[in-house]
């Protein structure tokens, strides 16, 4: 009788190891939120009002990222975590604003102390917790990747453009470089005066400068592999200042006239 007892006990932990949890088997294509991004995205302009009509999708992606253990996330390949925390951050972020529609800028969300990026409304690893969270405490923390600046976008015109499809392992190191390219090229955030020897920057190389000086020993040598082949010349040249360019915190809302 024992030991059928045993033999049954063991039939049922083998079963058990075989059964997957919900997160075991998740999707790291991202394709959900690919297809959100391209039915809603338009040169880095997203159509809210669309996007609030066919939130399902959204919420569907955003449940299914909340699926995941913190311990089933600790065991991925880095590139693996590093996109699922940016892809969750920008999916974040547009559900914030769907859901506050229309505003006129991300910072008109939440109170005049908390703003929007302290809100609760990021669900991971079991608990709900902000953007300022997933921002500083997981993505600026943890990895060290300051092109992750180029990939967070936080709903506004001044942020780097938002991706018209999500980031995947596979092609991370890519899309990162690519991300840098579009975003220094946006000649209103940041250009080169070869003339003047001044570079116009986005502040967020200000605000976040220990992230670009720390691998690179300076902001200006970080950023100047992703100019032009022209502003990278220049800037190889000689000593050149940094001014800072006006950011720009209305919606990035393709909608909007």
Not at 9 to 18: D, F, H, I, M
Not at 38 to 45: E, G, I, Y
Not at 76 to 90: H, S
Not at 91 to 116: N, Y
Request: proline share 5%; aromatic share 10%.
């Amino acid at each position: 009788m024992k030991r059928a007892l045993l033999l049954a006990a063991g039939c049922l932990l083998a079963c058990l190891a075989g059964v997957d949890s919900p997160a075991a088997g998740f999707d790291h294509t991202h394709a959900p939120f690919d297809r959100v991004l391209k039915a809603h995205v338009r040169d880095a302009a997203v159509d809210y009002a669309a996007l609030r009509r066919d939130i399902k999708p959204l919420k569907d992606y955003l449940d299914a990222l909340a699926t995941v253990s913190e311990a089933d996330f600790n065991r991925w390949p880095q590139p693996e975590r590093l996109a699922f925390l940016l892809n969750l951050y920008n999916a974040a972020t547009l559900k914030l604003v769907t859901d506050h529609h229309p505003v006129k800028s991300i910072k008109d969300i939440g109170g005049f102390l908390s703003g929007p990026w302290k809100q609760p409304v990021v669900r991971l690893f079991g608990e709900t917790t902000t953007l300022e969270h997933v921002e500083h405490g997981l993505i600026r923390k943890r990895y060290a990747e300051p092109r992750a600046h180029f990939a967070m976008v936080c709903a506004a015109k001044g942020c780097p453009p938002l991706r018209a499809e999500a980031y995947i392992a596979a092609r991370l190191d890519e899309q990162l470089n690519e991300q840098g390219r579009r975003f220094l090229a946006q000649a209103h955030k940041n250009r080169v005066e070869a003339a003047k020897r001044i570079v116009h920057l986005s502040p967020i190389f200000k605000w976040f400068s220990e992230d670009f000086e720390q691998p690179a020993g300076s902001v200006l040598k970080f950023v100047t592999p992703f100019f032009d082949d022209a502003s990278r010349r220049a800037l190889t040249g000689g000593k050149f200042s940094i001014r800072f360019t006006d950011y720009d915190w209305s919606l990035n809302d393709g909608a909007a006239k």
